[in-house]
């Protein structure tokens, strides 16, 4: 309970400094708190800007996309990286230079490649949300004691029931964190691939309303994201407690 109650009093001392210091700044520039009400249902209304329900579908779409193709392909890699030692030795340090590497770097080559469309994005949310699911199945691979693995080998378990039974109850906690990231990141990726260059999306009305300087409804639009990310990373913080819950 005292969590909430510090976390609304910091939330309501931010709007508040937001209000005073938007209130001396240049209106066109500096929107406040006060403002985004009026700006939201200009934004839902329709009537200066893209329909926003149609570019919203279309980014949920791509990112469930790129989720998912970064789970399967992460938790394939990973898995055979991890159980072979001598690849997982070999391939580990070249995933986490890419991994540490600014990957906004990649979009331009990715938008070269896929065009403008939601291909690009995709691509760069999966690249994002592929790397996170591959070094987390890794380390969790290296949490498994090699003696309960022995211990059930020797008792008669077969491949399957040791992984069901020993490891993946070993790794899940770090499994669920990297599937939480790496659903993080994909947001990320397709939202800043949308900003970067798109013809539709969340991202690209994003651009549109600062393009044409609607900083209020430009900034309704980013409390609309914001709101959306915090949703997404909730529900993967949710899954992972009972994850980590089951695995104890």
Excluded: C
């Amino acid at each position: 309970m005292k969590l909430w109650i510090g976390r609304a009093v910091v939330l309501v001392v931010a709007l508040l400094a937001w209000e005073v210091a938007a209130s001396m700044l240049n209106p066109i520039l500096y929107v406040g708190p006060s403002r985004l009400p009026a700006a939201l249902g200009r934004v839902l209304s329709v009537r200066y800007l893209p329909p926003l329900g149609s570019h919203l579908w279309l980014t949920l779409g791509e990112v469930v996309a790129a989720f998912l193709l970064a789970v399967a392909s992460g938790l394939w890699v990973g898995f055979v990286l991890g159980l072979q030692k001598t690849l997982g030795r070999i391939y580990e340090p070249l995933l986490a230079v890419l991994y540490a590497v600014p990957s906004v770097i990649w979009y331009p080559s990715l938008m070269l490649f896929f065009g403008l469309g939601p291909a690009s994005k995709i691509a760069f949310g999966f690249l994002l949300g592929f790397l996170p699911v591959t070094l987390s199945v890794l380390a969790g691979i290296r949490q498994v004691p090699e003696s309960l693995v022995t211990v059930a080998v020797s008792m008669g378990a077969g491949p399957g029931a040791v992984f069901r039974k020993v490891m993946l109850p070993a790794m899940a906690g770090t499994l669920a964190g990297g599937l939480r990231t790496g659903l993080a990141l994909s947001v990320v990726g397709v939202l800043v691939g949308e900003v970067l260059g798109a013809r539709a999306g969340l991202g690209y009305v994003l651009t549109y309303a600062y393009g044409l300087l609607m900083t209020a409804e430009y900034a309704a639009l980013v409390v609309i994201v914001a709101a959306a990310v915090l949703t997404v990373d909730a529900l993967g913080a949710l899954v992972e407690a009972r994850v980590r819950r089951w695995a104890d």
